[in-house]
């Protein structure tokens, strides 16, 4: 008996994988695996989450405008030009959505993120990728491999897995190079974690054909109710709100991601937390004969002398019951991700690798 046919590029796609998030033994586990944050949202946010639960039964705002002025405010952005998801993944695949189609090519770099090649077949598209500079995109190579069918090239700065990143002049200078018929997408699903760092912003507002993506789900620690966000020149967030779901966003949602972007004060304390554990944790692992590359998100990606040595050393973190991220994946053999914890999260990934280690395991 024969089946309905999926579009072209459907079941060329391999699907996102998580984080592991148990163990089969059941026990109790510190999850470094997902790039959460260890101390959670705002109490604000919070509150503004449990206030919801009377109104359950209503539908949540289709226009988002409490969200986006919020967002307007905190980051001096024109609020019309704020688009709401369920995560910036759904603002990745509304871009590829609207813009991408069969014939066309989305630019990708070689550790960049899965979604944009997911979302670009699931568009119809061809995902090209294109080698990096130890481990960090590479204007040149990038340009290099523009055609009359690239449509976007996806750049996320700080970059996931590797947590390198260009810097502004550099993202300018692709901006620069590209036609301006390609779209330049900028996720900073990270940027909250750089100091006095605005993620391409005022690029956009200064070209027609660049887009920023971002989240709440990092260091806003709202992973658990999908909230992102893109800033975008006008007639972009049109073409996006034509396809976007008029609900897509909870109502439990938009309330806690409101107040979560309003409480700089708990913004800032996490991401100070993060930058000292951080800069422990690498120098730490670093000492072991761990290195890692410079790191400007929550997590950093630990390098180790083969892929077995990795499997190895995974298994030791989750006997100790502490789960990271293999990143063979991302093409990436000899690495392991680790989320940067609490400090009593950093101190037991730091103790389990000494004892694997000393252990020659």
């Known amino acids: 008996m024969s089946s309905p046919l999926a579009q072209p590029g459907i079941l060329e796609i391999s699907p996102y994988v998580g ?3 148990k163990l089969s033994s059941g026990n109790r586990v510190t999850k470094l695996s997902s790039n959460e944050n260890p101390y959670g949202p705002s109490p604000q946010a919070i509150e503004a989450y449990q206030a919801i639960a009377g109104d359950l039964a209503l539908y949540p705002s289709s226009d988002h405008a409490e969200l986006r002025q919020a967002i307007g405010e ?5 609020p019309a030009r704020v688009i709401c ?9 509304f871009l590829c959505q609207a813009y991408v189609g069969p014939g066309d090519e989305v630019i990708h770099t070689e550790h960049g993120f899965a979604m944009y090649r997911i979302s670009t077949r699931a568009a119809g598209g061809t995902p090209v990728e294109v080698r990096e500079n130890a481990r960090v995109a590479d204007v ?11 449509r976007i090239v996806f750049i996320a700065n700080p970059n996931n897995p590797t947590g390198t990143m260009i810097p502004a002049s550099e993202v300018e200078r692709l901006a620069d190079g590209l036609p301006e018929t390609c779209l330049l997408a900028l996720d900073g699903a990270y940027a909250e974690y750089v100091p006095d760092f605005d993620a391409g912003a005022r690029l956009v507002e200064r070209r027609s054909n660049v887009v920023m993506t971002r989240t709440f789900s990092k260091i806003y620690g709202l992973g658990a109710l999908r909230v992102g966000w ?6 972009i967030i049109d073409v996006l709100n034509r396809i976007r779901g008029p609900f897509n966003v909870s109502a439990a949602g938009l309330a806690a991601a409101e107040a979560a972007v309003r409480d700089v004060e708990y913004t800032g304390k ?7 554990w ?3 944790l690498a120098d730490e692992l670093a000492d072991i004969g761990l290195p890692s590359d410079p790191a400007h998100g929550n997590f950093i990606t630990v390098w180790f002398e083969n892929p077995d040595a990795v499997e190895a050393a995974d298994a030791y973190l989750r006997q100790g019951g502490v789960i990271v991220r293999k990143v063979a994946g991302y093409n990436l053999p000899n ?27």
Do not use: H, Q
């Open 230 to 235: 893109g800033y975008a020149p006008a007639e």
């Open 335 to 361: 690495c392991l991700r680790i989320t940067v914890g609490d400090e009593i999260g950093c101190r037991m990934v730091v103790k389990l690798l000494k004892d694997f280690k000393e252990a020659g395991t």
């Open 278 to 280: 951080r800069t422990w």
């Open 19 to 21: 984080g592991d998030s």
């Open 270 to 276: 996490c991401r100070d937390l993060n930058t000292r």
């Open 140 to 150: 040149d190579a990038i340009l290099a491999a523009v055609t009359d069918r690239t």
């Open 74 to 78: 905190v980051y001096g952005l024109d």
């Open 85 to 93: 998801g369920a995560g910036s993944d759904e603002i990745i695949a």
